[in-house]
C-alpha cells in the first residue's frame, strides 16, 4: 500500500524544521546584550578596557582552548573576580581539578553573583553562565561535578582574574 505523498512532505517539513531550529536558536542577540546590567560599557569602552582574548570571551562567547589559562592551576586561597568588573564570582574553596582544562567549581560563591541563560550554538541546549554585574559571558554549566551540587562550573580562565586571600 503507498502512502500519501503528502504525508512524506508533511514528515520532511517537519523533519526539517526540527534540524534548523537549534541553528536558528543561536542566532540572535547574546545574553549579555538581552539585558540592563549593573556595569555597561559600549563596545569600544569593552575593548579599551579589556585584553583581546578577554574580550572575546566575555563580550562575543568565544571559548578559550583548554588548558592555556595560568588560573586552571592556581591553589591559593582567595577569589575569582570577573576580568570585566571586578565582581566576586567563586571561591577557592569551591574549586577543584575536573581534568577538562578549565578551572573548576562546584558553585558559585553566591547566589547572586553570577546568572544563567541556555545556549544552543552546539545544536543542543547547554546552561550559559555569565557575570550578573556586567553579564559578560564566563562559561557553562554541566551535571557531573563534585558533591555537594553535582554542578561543574566550567569556566574560562580568562574571563576571570584571582584575587589572593
Known amino acids: 500500500m503507498m502512502q500519501d505523498p503528502i504525508s512524506r512532505r508533511k514528515a520532511l517539513l517537519w523533519l526539517g524544521a526540527g534540524v534548523a531550529m537549534p541553528a ?5 542577540t547574546p545574553a549579555s546584550a538581552q539585558n540592563a546590567y549593573r556595569v555597561s560599557y559600549s563596545e569600544e569602552e569593552w575593548r579599551r578596557r579589556l585584553s583581546p582574548a578577554a574580550f572575546r570571551v ?3 562567547e568565544a571559548t578559550e582552548r583548554a588548558y592555556t589559562s595560568p588560573l586552571n592551576d592556581e591553589h591559593r586561597e582567595g577569589t575569582f573576580v570577573c576580568a570585566g568588573c571586578a565582581n ?4 577557592s574553596a ?3 581539578d575536573s581534568g577538562t582544562g578549565w578551572p573548576s567549581f ?4 553566591d ?4 546568572g544563567y541563560s541556555t545556549d544552543y550554538k552546539l545544536g543542543y541546549p547547554r546552561r550559559e553562565v555569565h557575570c550578573a554585574d556586567c553579564g559578560g559571558h564566563l562559561g557553562h554549566v554541566f551535571d557531573d ?3 555537594p551540587t553535582g554542578k561543574r562550573h566550567c569556566i574560562n580562565g580568562v574571563a576571570m582574574e584571582f584575587r589572593p586571600a
Not at 536558528?24 to 540572535?28: D, E, N, P
Not at 566576586?88 to 571561591?91: A, M, T
Not at 547566589?111 to 553570577?114: I, K, R
Open 24 to 28: 536558528i536558536a543561536a542566532c540572535g
Open 145 to 147: 561535578g563534585p558533591r
Open 58 to 60: 566575555l563580550r562575543e
Open 94 to 96: 569551591t574549586k577543584y
Open 106 to 109: 562546584y558553585q558559585a560563591i
Open 88 to 91: 566576586e564570582l567563586y571561591s
Open 111 to 114: 547566589a547572586t553573583a553570577v
